[in-house]
C-alpha cells in the first residue's frame, strides 16, 4: 500500500504552492526531491539564514531515525545540532527557555506518539508564556517537528494522529503538510512565526512523495487553505497523507458523474474557515476525513463550525470518514484506515441523499 500510495503522490503531483514573503515558488522550477529531503532542505536554510537556530532532539546529531537531519551537525557544528536524552518533556522544556531569550528553537520529537509526556510544556507554558506575561516575554522561536499518522506497519506506538489535542490549546498554531514543495514552504514559515507551532509530518510520505521543489528560500504562508482540487458536487476537507486517498476518491467519483473539491487544510489551528465555508455555500455538501479515531477528531470541529455557518445552504448531513475510536493495530490497519473506498462510498450517500 505505501508504494501505491508513493505512486499516486508522483502521479497526482499536488504542486500548487502559495507565495511566500521571500520569493514566489512557482517561479522556478525545482529539484526533484522526496519529502524527508524537501524538511531536510527547509532545516539547512534555517540553519543558514538564522544564526540563533538551533536544533535538536533524539538522534539528530547523526540524522535522525528518518534522516531528515543528515548533514546538519556536520555543516553547523554540534553546538547548534545536538542530541538530547530521551526525555521529551525535557526536550520541549530547553526549547521553550532557548526560544524565550529570543532564539529559533526546532525540536524534533522522533515520533508524534510520543509526544505525550511533553503535554504539560506545550499546553501549560508554550501556549501560555506570552499570554501569562502580558506580552512582555515569550517562545514563539519554538517549533516542534514530529512525525505522524500511519506508516503500514508502526502499530499502536508508532501512528498515532495527534493533532487534535493541540487544536483545542490557544497560544499555538499547528501545521501539516501534503508534500514535499508544502513541507519546506511550511516548516520556513512555522520556524520564522512569531508563535510556538506544532509542525507535524506524514511519515508515509518521507520517501513516497516526491515533487519538483524549488531550491530557494520561500514560505507558504499559515492559516491559508487551498482548493487543491475544482468542483461543483461535494466539498472534501483534509490535511496531511489523507489528501492522496482523498484525490484518488474524487477521480473515481469523476468517473460516476460526481464533481468533487477538495480542500487541504494545511494549517489546523488556526484554520482558514473561510475558504471551505465558501466552497460549501457553492456545493451545498461537505465530506471530512483523517486519520485520528472519528471521536473528538478535528472533523467535528469543522463540522460544527460549518453547520453554524452554512446550515441553510446544505444539502445533506456533513459526512466523516476518519479512524476508528479503537488502539491504532497492526495487522488491521487495512480496517482501521479511512481508505478511497469508504470515502467514495461517503461521496455517492453524501450526493444521492
Keep these: 500500500m505505501a508504494a501505491l500510495l508513493g505512486r499516486s503522490c508522483r502521479k497526482l503531483g499536488f504542486l500548487s504552492s502559495g507565495h511566500g514573503a521571500r520569493r514566489s515558488v512557482s517561479t522556478e522550477t525545482g529539484k526533484s526531491l522526496n519529502l524527508y529531503s524537501a524538511i531536510n ?5 534555517a540553519l543558514d ?3 540563533r537556530s538551533f536544533v535538536f532532539g533524539e538522534d539528530v546529531g547523526f540524522g535522525g531515525v528518518f534522516r531528515c537531519t543528515t548533514g546538519l551537525a556536520e555543516r553547523f557544528g554540534k553546538n547548534r545540532v545536538f542530541n ?14 532557548l526560544a524565550a531569550m529570543g532564539n529559533r528553537a526546532i525540536v524534533e520529537i522522533q515520533f508524534a506518539d510520543y509526544i505525550y509526556p511533553a503535554f504539560d510544556q506545550i499546553v501549560n507554558e508554550a501556549a501560555k508564556f506570552r499570554y501569562r506575561s502580558g506580552n512582555q516575554f515569550n517562545c514563539g522561536g519554538l517549533t516542534i517537528r514530529a512525525p505522524y499518522g500511519a506508516v503500514g506497519h508502526g502499530g499502536h506506538y508508532h501512528s498515532q494522529s495527534p493533532e487534535a489535542f493541540f487544536c483545542h490549546v490557544p497560544g499555538i498554531k499547528v501545521v501539516i503538510p501534503r508534500s514535499p514543495r508544502e513541507a519546506k514552504g511550511l ?38 487553505a487551498e482548493v487543491i482540487r475544482e468542483g461543483n458536487d461535494i466539498t472534501l476537507v483534509g490535511w496531511g497523507a489523507q ?14 458523474g460526481i464533481s468533487c ?24 455538501r461537505l465530506l471530512i476525513s483523517h486519520e485520528a479515531p472519528i471521536t473528538g477528531g478535528f472533523g ?14 446544505l444539502e445533506a448531513p456533513v459526512s466523516r470518514i476518519c479512524g476508528l475510536d479503537t488502539p491504532f493495530p497492526l495487522v488491521f490497519e487495512p480496517f482501521y484506515m479511512p481508505t478511497k473506498n469508504k470515502i467514495l462510498d461517503a461521496i455517492k450517500t453524501t450526493v444521492n441523499y
Design 41 to 45: 532542505q527547509a532545516l539547512h536554510i
Design 49 to 51: 539564514s538564522d544564526p
Design 84 to 97: 538530547t536524552p530521551l526525555c521529551e518533556q525535557g526536550i520541549v522544556g530547553f526549547g521553550i527557555g
Design 187 to 224: 516548516l520556513l514559515s512555522c520556524i520564522r512565526d512569531p508563535n510556538p507551532v506544532v509542525f507535524f509530518e506524514p511519515k508515509w510520505l518521507y520517501r513516497q512523495a516526491v515533487e519538483e521543489v524549488p531550491e530557494h528560500d520561500y514560505m507558504i504562508p499559515l492559516s491559508e
Design 243 to 256: 489528501l492522496t486517498i482523498m484525490e484518488q476518491a474524487c477521480l473515481e467519483a469523476e468517473k460516476e
Design 261 to 284: 473539491e477538495l480542500i487541504d487544510l494545511k494549517t489546523l489551528l488556526p484554520w482558514d474557515k473561510e475558504t471551505v465555508e465558501a466552497s460549501v455555500k457553492k456545493t451545498g
Design 300 to 313: 467535528a470541529e469543522i463540522s460544527a463550525t460549518i453547520l453554524e455557518r452554512c446550515f441553510l445552504k
